[in-house]
């Protein structure tokens, strides 16, 4: 008898994955009817005490989004309708070998950072995050990773004394791409090369650790990133800066072209300033 009942279990369980994965689509359309509705309400509550309820509803439709696409897509790999593709993964550790030849882990790269041992997405931190009492929302930015391979992300580092491991104080690059601004997982990005005879290098990504802030870091990095790409040729540089950090590069010589609004994943917005600076022509 307990086998027939796990039989039919089993049969009852492959015909409701069968119905989802046929169905996905038309179950897929109020859902995503339902977050199109609360972010069209929360434009229009934008500066009214009832934005934080539209905001809830915002963030309760994005999650309702994924469990139910999560769903759909267990249930059409149960289904048969989709056959999962075997590839390598390494887990392990990521780790740097610096100038004096030491080994030691990586603290970030692009959009991942390391928490206990373990890789974790920005997603995954930004979640973490809002979890605390007072935090509604949390925006985590992540590194652009073509800067790290193309050789043009710059690091600063304090050294840590006799045992402990350099600190990581400020960072920031500047790329002969395409791409103004996002980490990896901004769709936006253009990974097409620039003409240094005609384009402006893009100065990309900067950050500087609270604790070290006003200190010149910015600047000293900011110079080497341009000394840097006038090296490649280039003689202007573009960016597009958040609003902290206009005040420094005012001072460094650039000048503001036009405000932007960044769309963020939680329905806000950020927004930014692309600024430009033309280094001046040389005379031979």
């Excluded at 169905?23 to 972010?39: C, F, K, N, T, V």
């Excluded at 491991?165 to 769709?187: E, F, H, M, N």
């Excluded at 490649?232 to 650039?254: C, D, H, I, W």
Aim: hydrophobic share 40%; aromatic share 6%.
């Amino acid at each position: 008898m307990l086998r027939l009942a796990r039989e039919r279990a089993e049969a009852s369980t492959r015909s409701v994955s069968d119905l989802l994965a046929v169905a996905s689509h038309d179950l897929r359309q109020p859902i995503h009817s339902m977050g199109l509705a609360a972010a069209l309400l929360r434009q229009r509550l934008r500066g009214t005490p009832e934005e934080a309820v539209a905001r809830r509803l915002v963030r309760s439709s994005t999650q309702l989004v994924e469990l139910f696409n999560g769903l759909l897509s267990v249930s059409q790999l149960d289904a048969g309708r989709i056959v999962p593709q075997m590839r390598h993964l390494s887990a392990g550790d990521l780790m740097r070998q610096d100038r004096r030849g030491f080994f030691r882990f990586v603290e970030r790269v692009g959009d991942t950072f390391r928490w206990k041992g373990e890789n974790v997405s920005t997603t995954e931190v930004a979640e973490r995050l809002t979890a605390f009492p007072g935090v509604d929302e949390a925006t985590v930015y992540g590194v652009d990773t073509q800067l790290i391979a193309d050789g043009t992300y710059l690091v600063a580092e304090a050294e840590g004394g006799a045992s402990a491991a350099p600190l990581i104080v400020g960072c920031g690059g500047w790329s002969k791409r395409k791409t103004l601004y996002g980490g990896d997982q901004w769709t936006g990005r253009e990974a097409a090369l620039l003409d240094p005879q005609r384009d402006a290098a893009k100065i990309r990504a900067f950050f500087i650790h609270p604790s070290w802030a006003r200190r010149g870091i910015g600047s000293m990095i900011l110079e080497a990133c341009e000394n840097a790409a006038v090296a490649a040729g280039f003689t202007r540089f573009e960016m597009g800066a958040t609003l902290t950090g206009v005040p420094l590069y005012q001072a460094r010589g650039y000048v503001a072209l036009e405000n932007l609004e960044v769309p963020l994943a939680n329905g806000e917005s950020l927004p930014i300033v692309r600024m430009e600076k033309q280094m001046p022509r040389t005379v031979p």
